[in-house]
């Protein structure tokens, strides 16, 4: 029989990852060496047995006995689950179909349950060769699953319409869908601008009530600076600059994605916009 889960062994650490989530290579070590690998490594040496030698299994018309059954039981149960966790849901009939068979206390051949378990050990393979994996670096892996805000807290709290875009610019840029990334920096910027052009009393839109251009957007920030107090004026010209900066990267003149950003392009947007909201932030929170 396999063996159930280590003494010590926390349901966390044995739990299989999850469809949507990121499998890092520990992960797929983890599953070689999980309790389902074991199951098909054994599922596969009993298929071996039987195949080689079938006139054993046509003899063997006994009733599978009951010390086994209750073996089998409480472990064709724990596949299941681990199963689930696949969404290998063929391979979930079967083996529910086999554990309702050595649960029931009416006459079960024994070959019958070798049959089973070579049905389940051929059905489970072919549909874990339909589970794929997309590889992606450390450091993206970092703005997939993050339990931390990716431009920080400050930004989070004052400008909370901007966090799921946020968010999902990081997931977009960790799969290289780079326009889609681009395009969730572009919300979010439309709400950081907005919340600047209330506190400096700059007009930003045109007269469809929509961010102006680029150089629209850095010449009117720059003609309110003069009009603020003294001691504002630096942070508020560096907050100009780094929108500057942004629109330098952005590619295109208007608020709006080009037609393709490279990898490259894509990661300066996203560390400019960063940096931008990142600053803007506390100006926002004491103006």
């Not at 508020?236 to 608020?255: D, F, I």
């Amino acid at each position: 029989m396999l063996s159930q889960p280590l003494p010590g062994d926390s349901d966390d650490s044995r739990r299989m990852p999850q469809p949507g989530e990121l499998w890092s290579l520990w992960d797929m070590i983890r599953i070689e060496g999980s309790d389902l690998y074991k199951l098909l490594k054994q599922l596969a040496r009993i298929q071996a047995t039987t195949k080689d030698a079938p006139e054993v299994v046509a003899s063997l018309s006994e009733d599978f006995p009951q010390e086994l059954r209750a073996q089998w039981r409480p472990q064709l149960a724990h596949y299941i689950k681990l199963m689930e966790g696949l969404g290998a849901r063929i391979s979930i009939r079967c083996a529910e179909e086999l554990l309702k068979k050595v649960a029931r206390d009416d006459h079960f051949p024994t070959y019958q349950f070798f049959e089973g378990i070579r049905d389940l050990e051929s059905t489970l393979r072919r549909e874990m060769q339909d589970v794929t994996f997309y590889s992606i670096s450390p450091a993206m892996a970092d703005l997939l699953e993050t339990s931390e805000p990716l431009f920080g807290d400050e930004v989070l709290i004052w400008f909370p319409s901007a966090a799921s875009d946020i968010a999902e610019a990081g997931k977009c840029l960790a799969l290289k869908r780079n326009k889609a990334a681009v395009f969730h920096l572009m919300l979010a910027m439309e709400c950081a601008l907005r919340e600047m052009a209330t506190h400096i009393k700059a007009d930003l839109l045109n007269k469809h009530g929509q961010l102006e251009k680029w150089s629209v957007l850095v010449s009117r920030i720059k003609e309110k600076i003069p009009a603020l107090p003294a001691k504002e004026q630096d942070d508020w010209t560096s907050a100009h600059n780094l929108l500057w900066g942004v629109g330098k990267v952005w590619r295109n003149g208007t608020m709006h994605p080009a037609e393709a950003y490279s990898d490259e392009e894509a990661e300066k947007i996203f560390a400019a916009v960063k940096t931008f909201m990142q600053h803007l932030a506390p100006l926002v929170a004491i103006a």
